[in-house]
Nanobody
Framework: VQLQASGGGLGQAGGSLRLSCQAS????????VGWFRRAPGKEREFVAA????????AYADSVKGRFTISTDNAKNTVYLQMSSLRPEDTAVYYC??????????????????WGQGTLVTVSS
Protein backbone atom coordinates (compact mmCIF):
# COMPACT_ATOMS: atom_id res chain seq x y z
CA VAL A 1 0.00 0.00 0.00
CA GLN A 2 1.35 3.40 -0.96
CA LEU A 3 -0.32 6.63 0.06
CA GLN A 4 0.70 10.01 -1.23
CA ALA A 5 -0.41 13.26 0.35
CA SER A 6 -0.12 16.46 -1.64
CA GLY A 7 -1.44 19.99 -1.82
CA GLY A 8 0.45 21.54 1.05
CA GLY A 9 2.07 24.92 0.82
CA LEU A 10 1.93 28.39 2.20
CA GLY A 11 -1.46 29.77 3.17
CA GLN A 12 -2.61 32.91 4.85
CA ALA A 13 -4.67 33.14 8.00
CA GLY A 14 -8.30 33.07 7.00
CA GLY A 15 -7.50 31.45 3.69
CA SER A 16 -8.00 27.97 2.30
CA LEU A 17 -5.97 25.03 1.08
CA ARG A 18 -6.99 21.61 -0.17
CA LEU A 19 -4.96 18.51 0.51
CA SER A 20 -5.23 15.32 -1.52
CA CYS A 21 -4.41 11.74 -0.62
CA GLN A 22 -4.03 9.19 -3.39
CA ALA A 23 -3.43 5.48 -3.07
CA SER A 24 -1.56 3.15 -5.35
CA UNK A 25 -1.85 -0.63 -5.37
CA UNK A 26 -5.11 -0.43 -3.44
CA UNK A 27 -8.58 1.03 -3.80
CA UNK A 28 -9.83 3.19 -0.97
CA UNK A 29 -13.28 1.63 -1.16
CA UNK A 30 -13.96 -0.47 1.88
CA UNK A 31 -11.45 1.31 4.09
CA UNK A 32 -11.38 4.19 6.54
CA VAL A 33 -9.06 7.08 5.75
CA GLY A 34 -7.73 9.51 8.29
CA TRP A 35 -5.86 12.78 8.20
CA PHE A 36 -3.39 13.54 10.95
CA ARG A 37 -0.91 16.35 11.52
CA ARG A 38 2.28 17.01 13.41
CA ALA A 39 2.99 20.58 14.39
CA PRO A 40 6.54 21.66 15.24
CA GLY A 41 7.50 20.30 18.64
CA LYS A 42 4.25 18.41 19.09
CA GLU A 43 2.99 14.87 18.77
CA ARG A 44 1.09 13.69 15.71
CA GLU A 45 -2.61 14.32 16.25
CA PHE A 46 -5.89 13.34 14.69
CA VAL A 47 -7.53 15.81 12.31
CA ALA A 48 -10.33 14.02 10.47
CA ALA A 49 -11.45 10.62 9.24
CA UNK A 50 -13.97 9.21 6.81
CA UNK A 51 -15.56 5.87 6.19
CA UNK A 52 -15.35 5.28 2.46
CA UNK A 53 -18.35 2.94 2.44
CA UNK A 54 -20.76 4.93 4.60
CA UNK A 55 -19.44 8.45 4.21
CA UNK A 56 -19.51 8.95 7.96
CA UNK A 57 -16.95 11.52 9.08
CA ALA A 58 -15.25 12.56 12.29
CA TYR A 59 -13.29 15.70 13.14
CA ALA A 60 -11.05 16.96 15.87
CA ASP A 61 -12.68 19.77 17.82
CA SER A 62 -9.91 22.12 16.73
CA VAL A 63 -10.90 21.86 13.06
CA LYS A 64 -14.63 21.15 13.23
CA GLY A 65 -16.54 23.60 11.10
CA ARG A 66 -13.39 24.69 9.25
CA PHE A 67 -12.10 21.50 7.62
CA THR A 68 -14.02 19.04 5.46
CA ILE A 69 -12.94 15.53 4.54
CA SER A 70 -14.39 14.01 1.38
CA THR A 71 -13.82 11.29 -1.19
CA ASP A 72 -13.76 11.02 -4.98
CA ASN A 73 -14.44 7.45 -6.04
CA ALA A 74 -13.49 8.00 -9.65
CA LYS A 75 -10.09 9.38 -8.72
CA ASN A 76 -9.52 7.10 -5.73
CA THR A 77 -8.65 10.21 -3.77
CA VAL A 78 -9.48 11.60 -0.36
CA TYR A 79 -9.47 15.35 0.15
CA LEU A 80 -9.08 17.59 3.15
CA GLN A 81 -10.52 21.01 2.42
CA MET A 82 -9.10 23.45 4.94
CA SER A 83 -10.76 26.82 5.35
CA SER A 84 -10.47 29.69 7.82
CA LEU A 85 -6.87 28.71 8.30
CA ARG A 86 -5.06 29.69 11.47
CA PRO A 87 -1.34 29.90 12.19
CA GLU A 88 -1.80 27.00 14.62
CA ASP A 89 -2.82 24.81 11.66
CA THR A 90 0.83 24.90 10.56
CA ALA A 91 1.99 21.29 10.50
CA VAL A 92 2.99 18.36 8.36
CA TYR A 93 -0.22 16.63 7.32
CA TYR A 94 -0.41 12.88 6.78
CA CYS A 95 -3.08 10.60 5.40
CA UNK A 96 -3.50 7.11 6.77
CA UNK A 97 -5.51 3.99 6.04
CA UNK A 98 -7.11 1.25 8.11
CA UNK A 99 -9.77 -1.40 7.91
CA UNK A 100 -13.27 -0.14 8.65
CA UNK A 101 -14.24 0.41 12.26
CA UNK A 102 -17.18 1.92 14.06
CA UNK A 103 -16.86 4.44 15.46
CA UNK A 104 -14.12 5.93 13.31
CA UNK A 105 -10.73 5.63 14.97
CA UNK A 106 -8.77 8.68 16.07
CA UNK A 107 -5.56 7.24 17.47
CA UNK A 108 -2.32 7.21 15.50
CA UNK A 109 -1.71 3.61 16.49
CA UNK A 110 -5.02 2.51 14.98
CA UNK A 111 -3.80 3.23 11.44
CA UNK A 112 -1.26 0.77 10.02
CA UNK A 113 -0.67 2.44 6.65
CA TRP A 114 0.72 5.92 6.27
CA GLY A 115 1.76 8.20 3.48
CA GLN A 116 4.54 10.74 3.43
CA GLY A 117 3.40 14.06 4.78
CA THR A 118 2.80 17.36 3.10
CA LEU A 119 3.78 20.59 4.82
CA VAL A 120 1.19 23.29 5.45
CA THR A 121 2.43 26.65 6.66
CA VAL A 122 -0.08 29.31 7.64
CA SER A 123 1.14 32.87 7.99
CA SER A 124 -0.59 35.43 10.16
Amino acid sequence: VQLQASGGGLGQAGGSLRLSCQASRIAFSGYDVGWFRRAPGKEREFVAAISWSSGITAYADSVKGRFTISTDNAKNTVYLQMSSLRPEDTAVYYCALRLPASPLRRRVDDYPFWGQGTLVTVSS
